[in-house]
């Protein structure tokens, strides 16, 4: 018997833009997602101005989930999954963003969708908004760094409470709210705040504004939940990559104790309802003039989060920044290598303990249940003589994840909710714009070039961990 609980939410993880396609069906509105090209592992996705002609954009047909939902959800199914996360894309339920009422065919589809998932038991669990910002919100208002975005979130936000209302009641806020630490990364603020890049203005700044606006609109987005139906539970949702000191020289530790916060205030924000004691100081020094109101404050007190959602797929190292006494953190730039960790491919470091340090981290800060969203190991796959994937690498990814997570329960007494790993059917990346790139246990016959039949098929790794939600995590 594992120490997981016997409701224990098992399940995969996926976001409407990576997988849907569909990109105008239903009177769907063009989003950020739809205006990133492919790009490849070290090359960047670049960010069009609109769709352009001759470009390709892979999030515009995906794996045409829109249409193979039924399907997919049945394989989810047979592997016993009791919940599925995906997120709304915003640009179905408003396609600009900023329209007066919401898109009928929209409300729909995911209508449709939860019904196909509560048809087999299976618990949705909701994103409002993965890196899927209407595009008109981005040119118009020039995105988070405009106050309006909390009443255009508000309003997106409250459509959904109120129409799925019954039928979902995890969800979560922003993802990876703090992907965007990375501030010099064009990819990052657009994904997190649809902010494109001004050379005259100081994107540091910038950064903590959007933040600022995004976390009130969270915390208004808990109070609506809970006021429409009391058995909402929403969550934030945090890129936990913990940033460990490379030596015990006190000036190493310092320089990942002050990255670390830089890097999770956000959590700080959304768990204790205020902001750190260095973030006001910060903002001071630097003259950043930040429109942060009285009234905002009490805001973000009143809506903390009932629960820690996060992603975990690697840890990251650092040394002596040599920027005492501030050790001010430059996410871009400011990383070294750990030497005693093998990366993926794509220069991802596994380490399993690392889950488990991570989960310590937010439980010894927020005493707060977590809830894993996301984790998995992004790999090529290669469809053997006998027409299946055997993914014997992934297999062994997960297990010793999951390994660290059940001591996380078992030993350190966290409250865990569930376990959802990321791209549970292959999807398109979100970093590279690659479907090469894969996650899933469900195979999808389809190629970087876009080549494919969109065929589904089983890989190894689907019959490995049907047996592991079958036994509650025993059988690993
Ligand atoms: P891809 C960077 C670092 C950690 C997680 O990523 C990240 C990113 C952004 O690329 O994103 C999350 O597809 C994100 C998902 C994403 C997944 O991790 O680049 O929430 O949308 O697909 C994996 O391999």
Redesign the pocket.
Known sequence: MTGLRKDFLWGGAV?AH?LEGGWQEGGKGISVADVMTAGANGVSREITDGVLPGKNYPNHEAIDFYHHYPEDIKLFAEMGFKCFRTSIAWTRIFPEGDEAEPNEAGLKFYDDLFDECHKYGIEPVITLS??EIPFHLVKKYGGWRNRKMIEFFMKFATACFERFSGKVKYWMTF??IN?QTNYDSPFALMTNSGLTVDPSENMERLMYQASHFELVASALAVQKAHEIDPNNQVGCMI?M?PIYPLTAKPQDIMSAEKAMQARYWFADVHCNGRYPSWLPVHFKRENFNLDITEEDLDVLKAGTVDYIGF?Y?MSACIKDNGNAPEYHYDEQNGQTTNPYLEHSE?GWAVDPEGLRYGMNWFNDRYNLPQFIV?NGF?AIDKVGADGKVHDSYRIDYLRRHIEQMKLAVEIDGIDLMGYTP??CIDLV????GQMD?RYGFIYVDKNDAGEGTLKRSRKDSFDWYKEVIATNGEDL
């Open positions: 976001a990576q993965h890196f993802n990876e992907n890129a990559v992603s797929y794509w996301e992004g990321w791209g990346s979100a970093g590279t790139k």
